[in-house]
Antibody, heavy 120, light 107 residues
Framework: EVQLVESGGGLVKPGGSLRLSCAAS????????MTWVRQAPGKGLEWVSF????????DYADSVRGRFTISRDNAKNELYLQMTSLRAEDTATYFC?????????????WGQGALVTVSA | DIQMTQSPSTLSASVGDRVTITCRAS??????LNWYQQKPGKAPKLLIF???TLHSGVPSRVSGSGSGTDFTLSISSLQPEDFATYYC?????????FGQGTKLEIK
């Protein structure tokens, strides 16, 4: 069974940093691209970043480019999102999701989400 | 960036009704269009990928169509578990943007 479990969320002050982790199991992690999607309270979904299985390509939404860094450790089956220079508008639940090339890069499995709150 | 526009934002319907949600892309995305369902406090679930292919376990009363810039999600014979928020997403060009969502409410 595919499982994705996020951790590392919490309360951080504006300008601060936080690192989210996503532990993957139940599939060959290195064979899949992975994605971070966020959802501000009461709002819609926002695509944040993705990374290919071999870490040879990644991309970011303009809203986080230069502040967030996506990475992965295929030996540990873990995905990360390093967030710096955090702003109030980064407050959201952050989901990790698996992207499958078989399904046209759709997000076929999601974690339960990690809440990040940026507030003084 | 490719903009995805869903309509309507809110839809009221009754159990047994057929509903259709529309998603329009700001430029052609071929068939790289996905639909997700999200219930309050839960992660989204994939319903349809490639504009019209049902994901595993999705009931056949759900269907999708379209290509290029115009897409639709239809649900025939609404069931109580179908009342949720639905999002389209393009996976043609990064950033893989989402529509703003359509909340399907019980009338």
């Amino acid at each position: 069974e595919v499982q994705l479990v996020e951790s590392g969320g919490g309360l951080v002050k504006p300008g601060g940093s936080l690192r989210l982790s996503c532990a993957a199991s139940g599939f060959t992690f290195s064979s899949y691209s992975m994605t971070w999607v966020r959802q501000a309270p009461g709002k819609g979904l926002e695509w944040v970043s993705f990374i290919r299985g071999g870490s040879n390509k990644m991309d970011y939404a303009d809203s986080v480019r230069g502040r967030f860094t996506i990475s992965r450790d295929n030996a540990k089956n873990e995905l990360y999102l390093q967030m710096t220079s955090l702003r109030a508008e980064d407050t959201a639940t952050y989901f990790c999701a698996r992207a499958s090339s078989i399904t046209g890069r759709s997000l076929d499995h999601w974690g339960q989400g990690a809440l990040v709150t940026v507030s003084a | 960036d490719i903009q995805m526009t869903q309509s309507p934002s809110t839809l009221s319907a009754s159990v047994g009704d057929r509903v259709t949600i529309t998603c329009r892309a700001s430029q052609s995305i071929a068939s790289y269009l996905n639909w997700y369902q999200q219930k309050p406090g839960k992660a989204p679930k994939l319903l349809i990928f490639g504009a019209s292919t049902l994901h595993s376990g999705v009931p056949s009363r759900v269907s999708g169509s379209g290509s290029g810039t115009d897409f639709t999600l239809s649900i025939s014979s609404l069931q109580p578990e179908d009342f949720a928020t639905y999002y389209c997403q393009q996976s043609h060009t990064t950033p893989y943007t989402f529509g703003q969502g359509t909340k399907l409410e019980i009338k």
